[in-house]
């Protein structure tokens, strides 16, 4: 319980301690504390940039997948039309053909009985001669009943 | 038990006695034998018990936190390092808490003082016999000394000579600061010129000293007493290990709960420590006005 020496050799000892803390221990463990600090905050910055180009991200390939939908009925759509208008056309095609081949063949028949008509025509004055001559039993002029006779063919 | 030899008086009086090594009265320098001795040797001796714990645990804090500080990585701590940071950063907050100036020096300060003031109430929870009789089987073995004269007290903070000597270096400190930062004519302003004004300048000199000079002696005191206390309900619970089985197991048992609740004074008293040294020298930096 006595004040002696031992109060000034602790008075050293505290200050070389206090020295000896301040210079090699107290610096390190707070330059390590402050990196870790920043460290972390870099980190979680990082984190949330990362959540928000993730929800960029994520709202890009929404529009993506919008508008690809979107092209996708355009492009059904459109080729429902064309295919329509294909079959449309087809059908048009189809029946002008039709048609096309109906009046062919209209004409055609047209032709052979008008040519029939036209060979009838050349021979019915011969015919009509022939058989005057039969009936008469004798030389008829054809050239001098040629009018009856143009009639009477006008009439086939 | 130092024995049955001796009585429940000697014994206390021997567990409050240091290890002193100093100037005998008739010039020799040498171990006192007795605390009588110890007492006569005045100011010239020095307790060897007390400043080999003090220094050894100072220099197990260092070695400690500068291993620590060594090997530290900032990224997923171990345990050891961990548990640095920890008290780091407890102290760290306190420091941040109560000192408003800038100065690196209070931040590895606090500490020192707070861990090593802890270390050295702790030795508070070793058994109160367990060392000091070591130290007598030693000295009685190897040095031939007379177990009845080797003195070890193992807490160094029940030594009013340790807690004075930081609360000393403490004042320094307060004083050094209180000057530099506001010179001489500031500082003595502060205690010449307030509560009172100018005209009551003896008065104000008066209370301020006294203001000024009652924070470091109750820092160490404050200290002091308190682990002078619980060491000394230990070693009075310690008398009972003579009274028979069961008076020796009671006394068990009262040590186990005595020192349990003295884990709250250990940390209780190292914070305080801590946290006063903190303040005072927030008060030496700040000016008045």
């Known amino acids: ?8 050799a602790q008075l050293v000892a505290f200050v070389v301690f206090v020295i000896f803390c301040m210079k090699l221990v107290w610096p390190p463990i707070i330059a390590m504390l402050d990196e870790r600090k920043k460290k972390i905050a870099d980190g979680l910055a990082e984190a949330e940039r990362g959540m928000k180009q993730q929800e960029l991200a994520e709202q890009g390939a929404e529009k993506k997948l919008a508008e690809a939908k979107q092209q996708a009925s355009e492009i059904l759509g459109q080729a429902q039309k064309r295919a329509n208008e294909i079959v449309d056309d ?31 025509r050349s021979q019915v004055s011969t015919i009509a001669v022939a058989g005057a001559e039969r009936i008469l039993k004798k030389e008829i002029n054809a050239s001098s009943h040629q009018d009856i006779l143009d009639d009477l063919a006008a009439q086939i | 038990m130092a024995g049955d030899t001796i009585s429940s008086t000697e014994y206390i009086q021997h567990h409050l006695t240091n290890w002193t090594y100093g100037k005998h009265p008739d ?11 110890a007492t006569e040797m005045g100011f010239w001796a020095i307790h060897v018990d007390s400043m080999f714990w003090s220094i050894f645990l100072g220099a197990f804090f260092l070695f400690l936190f500068h291993k620590a500080a060594k090997n530290m990585t900032s990224g997923v701590p171990g345990g050891f390092q961990n548990f640095i940071e920890w008290v780091v950063d407890f102290v760290n907050d306190n420091v941040r808490g109560s000192f408003t100036a800038k100065n690196d020096l209070v931040a590895p300060l606090a500490l020192t003082i707070f861990f090593w003031v802890l270390l050295m109430n702790l030795m508070d929870l070793v058994p109160v016999d367990l060392i000091p009789r070591i130290a007598q089987e030693i000295g009685a073995a190897f040095f031939g000394a007379d177990p009845h004269h080797v003195y070890f007290k193992v807490v160094p903070t029940t030594d009013p000579n340790i807690t004075f000597g930081m609360a000393l270096g403490i004042f320094i400190l307060m004083l050094y600061y209180s000057i530099k930062i506001k010179g001489i004519g500031g500082f003595f302003g502060e205690l010449a010129f307030q509560p009172f004004g100018k ?9 301020e000293g006294i203001s000024l000079i009652s924070k470091p002696v109750s820092l160490a005191l404050r200290l002091f007493g308190n682990l002078y206390a619980g060491e000394m309900i230990f070693i009075l619970i310690a008398l009972l290990y003579s009274g028979g089985i069961i008076w020796g197991t009671l006394g068990g048992f009262l040590q186990l709960g005595w020192a349990i609740f003295h884990i709250l004074i250990i940390f209780l008293q190292a914070f305080i420590f801590m946290v006063l040294t903190i303040v005072y020298l927030d008060m030496a930096h700040q000016e008045h006005h």
């Open chain 1, 90 to 120: 087809a059908k048009s095609v189809a029946v002008d053909e039709g048609n096309r081949i109906k009046e062919a063949a209209h004409a055609e028949v047209e032709k052979e009985v008008n040519r029939a008509k036209e060979v009838l």
């Open chain 2, 27 to 37: 010039g020799h320098w040498g171990f006192a034998h007795n605390a009588q001795e």
């Open chain 1, 1 to 8: 319980m006595n004040i002696n020496l031992t109060l000034f």
């Open chain 2, 199 to 207: 005209w009551g300048m003896p008065a104000n000199l008066l209370l």
